[in-house]
């Protein structure tokens, strides 16, 4: 299954917010762990991931530290800031809102038509 | 081992690549390195070789066009190069950045302070304007020639001549004893300046002198200076402009200040802080004088066909007063500009094509324009004998006429394909020393030549 290109965009925030919330990580690690997350149906580019990083950077969601890790390279490191802890609790007020109209209106359009049920897979 | 050193090769490669983008740069190309090599490593954890985790690393990045396009769109600012003073901290060259800044700050300081220095042996603007006309060139262009020797680290010798021809022009503009309002020393005035610049050439050069693309490098360097310049003099004349109705305003005369500090000041520090700017804006941005030219040279040699279309339909002579002598040398020397600085941006290898006939069309009727304003000085010269200004126009005039005389020659022969591009670039540096030559005997030789006339 692909999901819409609509709604990765507007997934992609609060998700790089929600995996920084938990700690500090860096481009790959965060493209890994949306893809384990999603269960591989998330496959970001990484012409997506870093582009919406820097954006958060700037208006300061996230910050940013090169760090050599001993016997390793260097490395760009991304933790969240208070502001982003901030907006990632408003956005998830938001998508709580969202989803919680949707999940009535399958349960609405479930009674009316069984057959769309498969839609709500995942 | 050598599959080691093949994929750093190879990541070498790609970096490169990704480096040539618009709109990512250095730091996005250090992020995505990390993670190609995150992702190279998983995969050769899976069982794949290095340089087949490459190739899959590399397709799964996705096209460096799209990439590269979804950065600029985050990063727009970046497709606007910004350059002053805005030096990434990260950046491993900000020391040698700052060095430079360094050298420029100080250059420029010591060209502002260097000019108002006369004033403590009691020299002003208005009692000693003539001595202030003689060494303009000498306070203008020598911060600018320390400022190159400095950039270069130029060997002992260079510095040797560079400071020897210094001390030259300072002798040739203050030892003959010229009246005011000779013509002597305009020409002098006039030459000096021009003399030094060719000076600035060999510190530009750092002692390469010899080289033809350093000389090249030079020219190149001469237009984008030139068109600095007169950016920073427009917006020094803004500044001007403010200051004086200011300062009016709160009924303070700012006249003294403008025209003894400001503007003197102003324009010789301007002349190093325009050659920092293109050195550090060489890499950055294209160059103008070549899209000028591009634009100029059609019109160019449309106004002058249109010239001599007129003269064959009106049969009338060329005026050849002094203002109309200056007037032909200027124009044959925008012509040669507009020959330089295509050249200087063109392609070896292309091929000749509608613009190299419009420019030859340029040059010819340039060229056959100068021979009616020779015609008309020689007529003049031979009624009225030698002047020292009419020696330096006829003089230059034949400079410049030998010049774009080849130039066609060669440019006939390039269009048909029987010589290389490389020959016509090659005659136009290996004619730089002329110039100089010519100057430095206006400046030296003139001036007892026609009796301090």
């Given at each position: 299954m692909r999901i819409a290109k609509d709604l990765v965009a507007a997934s992609s925030t609060p998700l790089v917010l929600g995996i920084l919330a938990e700690e500090e990580s860096y481009g790959y690690a965060i493209l890994k762990e949306i893809s384990e997350r999603s269960g591989g149906r998330l496959e970001w580019t990484e012409g997506l991931l870093y582009p919406l990083l820097h954006r958060?950077?700037?208006?300061?969601?996230?910050?940013?530290?090169?760090?050599?890790?001993?016997?390793?390279?260097?490395?760009?490191?991304?933790?969240?800031?208070?502001?982003?802890?901030?907006?990632?609790a408003e956005q998830r007020r938001q998508w709580a809102a969202v989803s919680e109209a949707l999940q009535d209106i399958w349960k609405a359009t479930r009674s009316a038509t069984p057959i769309a049920a498969p839609v709500l897979e995942g | 081992m050598t599959a080691e050193t093949e994929l750093e090769g190879q990541i070498g490669e790609w970096r490169g690549y990704m480096l040539r983008r618009k709109g990512v740069d250095q730091t996005d190309v250090d992020e995505l390195e990390d993670h190609l090599r995150g992702r190279i490593a998983d995969l050769a954890e899976t069982g794949l070789r290095e340089d087949e985790a490459f190739l899959i690393a590399v397709k799964r990045m996705g096209s460096v066009d799209e990439l590269s396009r979804e950065f600029a769109r985050e990063h727009s600012d970046r497709l606007w190069k910004q350059l002053v003073l805005t030096g990434d901290p990260d950046a491993p060259a900000d020391t040698a950045?700052?060095?430079?800044?360094?050298?420029?700050?100080?250059?420029?300081?010591?060209?502002?302070?260097?000019?108002?220095?006369?004033?403590?042996?009691?020299?002003?603007?208005?009692?000693?304007?003539?001595?202030?006309?003689?060494?303009?060139?000498?306070?203008?262009?020598?911060?600018?020639?320390?400022?190159?020797?400095?950039?270069?680290?130029?060997?002992?010798?260079?510095?040797?001549?560079?400071?020897?021809?210094?001390?030259?022009?300072?002798?040739?503009?203050?030892?003959?004893?010229?009246?005011?309002?000779?013509?002597?020393?305009?020409l002098s005035a006039i030459h000096l300046p021009l003399a030094l610049w060719l000076v600035v050439g060999l510190a530009y050069?750092?002692?390469?002198?010899?080289?033809?693309?350093?000389?090249?490098?030079?020219?190149?360097?001469?237009g984008e200076w030139f068109i600095y310049f007169v950016l920073i003099a427009m917006g020094g004349g803004v500044l001007t402009g403010f200051t004086a109705g200011v300062f009016t305003a709160i009924g303070l005369d700012p006249e003294t200040f403008i025209s003894?500090?400001?503007?003197?000041?102003?324009?010789?520090?301007?002349?190093?802080?325009?050659?920092?700017?293109?050195?550090?804006?060489?890499?950055?941005?294209?160059?103008?004088?070549?899209v000028l030219t591009r634009v100029f040279t059609p019109l160019f040699a449309l106004t002058l066909a249109a010239v001599l279309v007129a003269i064959a339909v009106t049969t009338?002579?060329?005026?050849?007063?002094?203002?109309?002598?200056?007037?032909?040398?200027?124009?044959?020397?925008?012509?040669?500009?507009?020959?330089?600085?295509?050249?200087?941006?063109?392609?070896?290898?292309?091929?000749?094509g509608l613009f190299d006939w419009m420019q030859l069309a340029l040059v010819v009727s340039a060229l056959l324009i100068d021979i009616l304003v020779l015609v008309a000085i020689t007529g003049r010269i031979t009624?009225?004998?030698?002047?020292?200004?009419?020696?330096?126009?006829?003089?230059?005039?034949?400079?410049?006429?030998?010049?774009?005389?080849?130039?066609?020659?060669?440019?006939?022969?390039?269009?048909?394909?029987?010589?290389?591009?490389?020959?016509?670039?090659?005659?136009?540096?290996?004619?730089?020393?002329?110039y100089a030559a010519w100057a430095w005997a206006v400046v030296l030789v003139f001036p007892p030549l026609f009796a301090f006339a």
């Open positions: 958060l950077e700037r208006t300061g969601y996230i910050e940013s530290t090169w760090r050599t890790p001993e016997g390793g390279r260097r490395r760009k490191y991304y933790a969240i800031t208070d502001e982003g802890r901030r907006e990632l | 950045k700052r060095r430079e800044l360094l050298i420029m700050l100080g250059c420029a300081a010591l060209a502002a302070v260097g000019i108002k220095l006369p004033l403590m042996f009691g020299a002003g603007f208005d009692g000693d304007a003539s001595f202030y006309a003689r060494n303009a060139g000498l306070f203008a262009l020598a911060p600018l020639i320390l400022y190159f020797g400095l950039r270069r680290g130029v060997s002992p010798r260079t510095t040797a001549v560079l400071a020897g021809l210094l001390v030259l022009g300072a002798v040739g503009a203050n030892v003959y004893r010229l009246d005011g309002d000779s013509q002597s020393i305009v050069a750092g002692g390469e002198w010899r080289s033809g693309q350093r000389r090249m490098d030079f020219i190149r360097f001469t003894e500090w400001l503007i003197p000041c102003g324009a010789v520090a301007a002349v190093v802080v325009a050659a920092w700017l293109v050195e550090a804006k060489q890499s950055v941005i294209e160059n103008m004088a070549p009338n002579a060329i005026d050849v007063e002094r203002d109309m002598l200056i007037l032909f040398d200027l124009l044959l020397v925008v012509v040669l500009g507009l020959v330089l600085y295509s050249i200087s941006a063109r392609d070896h290898a292309a091929r000749t009624e009225w004998g030698f002047t020292p200004n009419k020696s330096a126009a006829l003089g230059e005039n034949l400079i410049l006429f030998v010049n774009l005389a080849w130039t066609a020659w060669l440019y006939v022969s390039i269009i048909r394909g029987r010589k290389r591009f490389s020959v016509l670039e090659r005659w136009q540096t290996d004619y730089l020393p002329v």
